[in-house]
């Protein structure tokens, strides 16, 4: 993935977190799990995280938990 495609992801990635706080703060949390942050992240897993807050922007509009949708994963692996 080029420079420009991964700041793109990162701005979007910060757009969510801004618009909705802490829930998607959790998912970053989450997939950030043993780097330093999202700028640390291989592409596959970036552009994951990506689809994973768009796909969670849509249960908080829609009142589904991120737990019925399985955005949630176990916290060590």
């Given amino acids: 993935m080029d420079v420009v495609l991964r700041e793109s ?8 977190l801004r618009r909705w706080g802490a829930p ?3 998912l970053i949390d989450q997939a950030c799990f043993g780097y330093m942050g999202i700028e640390h992240l291989p592409d596959d897993d970036l552009i ?13 509009r829609d009142g589904v938990s991120f ?6 994963r176990s916290r060590y692996g």
């Fill in 24 to 26: 998607m703060q959790l």
């Fill in 9 to 16: 992801h990162y701005r979007m990635i910060r757009h969510f």
């Fill in 48 to 60: 994951q995280l990506h689809k994973d807050l768009e796909r969670a922007e849509d249960c908080m």
């Fill in 67 to 72: 737990e019925d949708a399985g955005l949630l």
